[in-house]
């Protein structure tokens, strides 16, 4: 398959639209002979940038394994294109026809089934707090009275306030466009926390300038299962994009590439995130679904 980068724009808003009528999205590959992978610049080692227009990540990967299955469906080569989105505009995009699977770093919540579907969740995130560590804060009642950041288009400081221990707590929130800026506003000192999923935040640390300056501390804010995002009511795409991540988890496949992204050196400094899958995440594997959320917040 042939890669190539594309440039957001708001022309590519405008031009998506008129696959918004259909949700055929094998049909439409195969037509065009394209198919478009929405990828992000610093969701850690899910997804992320090496430069000069190539991507990588755990995420990344498995879509590519996504897509030569979408190729052999097609039955022709496809052209794969990199489009970067952010937290603010992957929903519409998708919804609009201008990505046709986003591998990012998309929390599968009941309000987003409304809009777009989800694939089976590939790992169970924990939503945490990254301060500098030298910082004394170790919680979150220690964040009262601080500037804490999060990026736009998420849920993270909604889900700290709701969090029972910040009762009383206020902080002010400021937001970085994508994860790299908002990690950038705790290690210039314009935030003091940066809350978000663990993940990111440990591979936003793993890739700072000095990661020992750095600790992820405090309380489990939240548990989210973290999913490929596709299309609403695109059966026959969806299955191709089920099946692929089925055979995945079955085949023990799936535990190696969390290796190869969380545990080995990754690139482009050759760090290693540290990031252990969490006993939800291989029970995520081991009974593949698609399930939002809110039933994991169910007792």
């Not at 992000?40 to 992320?48: E, I, K, T, V």
């Not at 500098?132 to 009642?141: E, L, W, Y």
């Not at 506003?185 to 809350?195: D, I, T």
Request: net charge positive.
């Amino acid at each position: 398959m042939k890669i190539k980068l594309v440039a957001l724009s708001i022309a590519l808003l405008a031009t998506g639209g008129a696959y918004a009528q259909s949700n055929d999205t094998l049909a439409k590959i195969k037509a065009s002979g394209v198919v478009t992978m929405g990828v992000r610049d610093s969701s850690g080692a899910l997804s992320y940038t090496l430069g000069a227009g190539q991507y990588a990540g755990f995420h990344v990967e498995i879509c590519q394994r996504i897509l030569a299955n979408v190729e052999k469906a097609a039955g022709r080569k496809l052209e794969v294109k990199y489009l970067p989105v952010t937290s603010q505009n992957r929903i519409p995009l998708v919804q609009n026809g201008t990505v046709d699977i986003e591998c990012g770093s998309t929390t599968n919540n009941a309000t987003r089934q409304k809009d777009v579907a989800f694939l089976p969740t590939t790992f169970v995130e924990e939503v945490r707090i990254a301060v500098k560590a030298n910082s004394g804060i170790t919680s979150i009642a220690q964040l009262n009275g601080k500037t804490v950041a999060t990026t736009t288009g998420t849920t993270s400081v909604q889900t700290l306030r709701k969090h029972q221990r910040a009762t009383g707590i206020d902080f002010k929130e400021i937001f970085g466009k994508d994860h790299s800026d908002s990690f950038l506003l705790l290690e210039s000192g314009r935030a003091e926390a940066f809350v978000m999923d663990g993940a990111i935040l440990a591979g936003n640390i793993a890739m700072s300038k000095a990661p020992a300056d750095f600790k992820i501390v405090g309380e489990v804010l939240s548990v989210e299962p973290i999913a490929i995002m596709v299309r609403k009511d695109d059966t026959a795409f969806k299955k191709i994009g089920d099946d692929t991540i089925a055979q995945l988890m079955k085949s023990g496949e799936i535990a190696k590439l969390w290796d190869k992204w969380f545990i080995q050196p990754i690139p482009p400094k050759n760090t290693a995130v540290g990031y252990a899958a969490s006993q939800s995440t291989k029970a995520a594997w081991a009974t593949p679904n698609d399930k939002p959320m809110e039933d994991y917040a169910k007792k």
